[in-house]
């Protein structure tokens, strides 16, 4: 066996002549320490070459304290209050959190995921999934999708079938008859995904055209490209009388269709889906399916803790409710 | 001594009668290992009670690969932005990114660099800094601060007397007499703090009335409170004819404003600070004094990089140029 010989922290206080706690002071500038004492301690401590670090002992027990958080991208107003609200429930329950922003790139994900295998977390939060089933089937240690359905990986996400409803109904409230819904490209039939089937197919069932154009959500957050997309697409395509989509591009929309002299909403009706605080930043304010964001991250960190735990969990699938907030840019 | 038995990899391999690197393939899942040779190293593995982390002996030799990143607030588009540009920094330099968010709370800050001293990260950036001067100048390791001036400790931030300047020299151009400048509580004179001292300098000397307004920035980004705000600014001071403030509340006058029936820019000037993708999210783009975000972390890791390196770095301040950006909401 290799062996990695680690003093303690007593002998480091035995060789110092002080006590074990007086060198817990010194090491970590926690209390006031004379600074003859703090020369002593610092010899004893190079002597015995001590590593003061808890965590040697963590990791031998398998347990960093970390949690690692995967999304596709920090920058992005959805992702980056969820990371806001997931950190300080880590926070609150001991935990740090890694972040890992894998854009749109596979590999990115499976090298990050790596990490998980070597004992660097003790559980991972994921936002994003690229990879096959089988890849996090195979994954031991706790894991949370919040996005992906996966056999026997707890998923927590928003009630999305129900977000597509919502938004369909809005629509057919205002009788709008040429709506368009903004997608994502997705790999893989995803929970948030659903929420765009729902709201297509109930509004085909009602008669009304649905266009769907698929924007690539994850490229770098600029509003300007987002802008000139609105405008292309509301020239292209003057008959739309609806559009549903995420909070940047509905903002988009409605400030194109603005710049086209369009009325809003007697024009055009627009609902946005997150409902984060960009979703209120343009000239009126949308009428938007707002995830509750807090509340996903409460259930994600209490699920993950249940399973770092050894503890059961009751569900697989836990959805979480959402609403639709009434603004400016719908007639009902 | 305190002794902890680590059983090599090559132990693990001489048990399960296989090459090392396939046990190494087996234990990360990187490439085709058979079933039956898997039985066979899961068998050692628990056999030898073998930990599969090279963090152990990483620690031993105090690195571990990961930056702490210490910022007020992720949700907030500054630094979210400047998240996600740090992290596509460290990760080209093989490092992980530990996120803390502190608010404004002063102890969150100190018990999270309590961690620094405790071995875990190898270094930390600082977008918040609430402590005194010599709680940093007692930290070991690396460390840079992105507003905040310490003896010894290397600044990486915009060049923020030249934002103000430019910003103020806007409103001079625009013919301004009235300018609201927005700020935030500070506790200690900032970097950033002097783009408001030299743009309030600067338009006094012009004979330039300057309403000051202190915000707390920190608070939960609630675009709605923004705007309130604005509106009652705007209505208990309607001798206003210049805003100066951070993307955000930029964006709220211009919304506020236009609520209000003025004509921007004709009655009103606004310049906003920072230049983040929601500076252009409000009806019309804002005349902006761009922070190049992606230079910042750029220039931050690699003097992090430099330091934990041992090297000598040139300057103390590096001061990362800025631009302005002219948009629809100035005259000139």
Redesign the interface.
Known sequence: ????????IR?VARMAQVAPCTVSRA????GYVSEETRKKIIKAVET?DY???????N??H?S?G?IGVVIP?????FF??L??CL?NELRKHGY??????TGTDKNREKEYL??L????FDGVIAGVAMLSDE?YM?IKKPYILLDRKVPNIPLVCSDYRKGGMLAAEKMLADGRKHVLQLCSHILFPTPSYESQEVFAQFLQDHNVNVLTVKLDLWST????DC?ENAQKILQQHPEIDGVFGAD?HA?AFL?AA?HLQKKIPQDLSIVSFDGT???????KSLTTVVQDIQKIAQKTVQVLLRKINGMPIKEDHYYIPLQIRDGESTLK
């Open positions: 066996m290799e062996v990695i010989r680690i003093a303690s002998e090491l970590n500038n926690s015995l590593v003061p670090n808890q965590w040697i002992r990791l031998y398998q960093t970390i991208d920090i920058a992005h107003p980056s209050t990371s806001s950190l740090n959190m890694m972040l890992c922003s790596g990490t295998e070597r004992n660097m890849f195979q957050m600029k509003f300007e802008f940047l903002v400030k603005m605080y960009v979703a209120d930043m343009g000239i």
